[in-house]
């Protein structure tokens, strides 16, 4: 018995993989070649595009972590099927799925996702499986901070420049806090459907900047810039068609005024799991 994780080299997956091997579960690693990775986990062959290899891949898990990859929505759509498909066969344990973002509990906002949408739909099928899991829903990961045209301009200039307006509060979550909350969430069985994790109240760019200059040990300004300066920027970084995407959703997001949890149905208050602080979590990643 183990834990299947998806995306377990990436951004999302690695954090939660190392998570639960520190608390001593075996754990098992997903992806498209099956294998050994460096650290000796093994790896199974799991294409979201295959209902057989997800099958086989859950089968006998006491859990599931899965989120769905960035790509074409209708591409993302399908892979929610053929997860949903494979989950109804393999009846694993558990199945912690994170929304890497979509909004999907505050139904009042411009920002939740439509009901047709890949996220929406992967959790409708998990329900009508019957089978026990929990949805974690972060809204913006602080690692987007990272992001070298980002970083670079906080080191050399004390400018954080970001497509985000002054005023608009942000509930930013680590990879950390996602990984926290969904290890937490395999072992809580009892707690079922949608987890918001993420700072509560929200924290605008300035209070960011703040962040940053209290790590460097100098005043850090907070200048918003357009979503297509932003994509233009990170275009050699990640490609024009990622950095069309991005600036895309930056974009979406300026129809709001807020992209913020609510507290009734937060990781503080249901799991007693309070994120990282900005200030936190640059010094854990050292940056």
């Known amino acids: 018995m183990s834990y299947v994780i998806h995306g377990a080299t990436g951004a999302q997956g690695t954090p939660v993989l190392n998570r639960l091997k520190a608390a001593g579960k075996p754990v ?7 294998g050994t990775a460096d650290d000796g986990t093994p790896v199974v062959a799991a294409r979201y595009s295959s209902v057989d290899e997800l099958t086989a891949a859950y089968e006998g898990a006491d859990g599931v972590f899965v989120h769905l990859p960035i790509g074409p929505e209708e591409e993302r759509a399908a892979y929610a099927g053929t997860i949903v498909a494979a989950l109804s066969v393999a009846r694993p344990g558990r199945v912690v799925v994170s929304t890497s973002g979509a909004v999907v509990d505050s139904p009042g906002s411009p920002l939740q996702a439509g009901a047709d949408a890949a996220v929406p739909t992967l959790i409708r099928g998990l329900e009508e499986t019957g089978l026990s899991y929990a949805v974690i829903a972060p809204r913006l990961f602080l690692e987007n901070l990272l992001l070298p045209p980002v970083l670079d301009a906080v080191r050399a200039e004390g400018v954080l420049r970001y497509p985000l307006r002054a005023d608009f509060p942000v509930s930013w979550s680590s990879h950390l806090d996602n990984a926290d909350a969904a290890a937490a969430l395999f072992d ?12 509560h109240p929200g924290l605008t760019g300035p209070d960011i900047a703040a962040a940053f200059g209290a790590h460097i040990g100098r005043t850090v ?9 932003f994509g233009r920027q990170l275009s050699p970084v990640i490609g024009a068609g990622g950095a069309a995407g991005v600036a895309g959703l930056y974009a979406w997001f300026a129809t709001a005024t807020e992209n913020t949890i609510a507290a009734d149905n937060s990781a503080q208050r249901i799991l007693g799991l309070k994120p990282r602080s900005a200030h936190q979590w640059l010094e854990e990643v050292g940056r």
């Open 221 to 229: 300004s907070y200048e918003p810039i357009t979503p297509e300066e």
């Open 188 to 199: 809580r069985t009892d707690i079922t459907g949608t987890v918001a994790v993420g700072q």
């Open 28 to 34: 098992v690693a997903a992806a498209r070649k099956a």
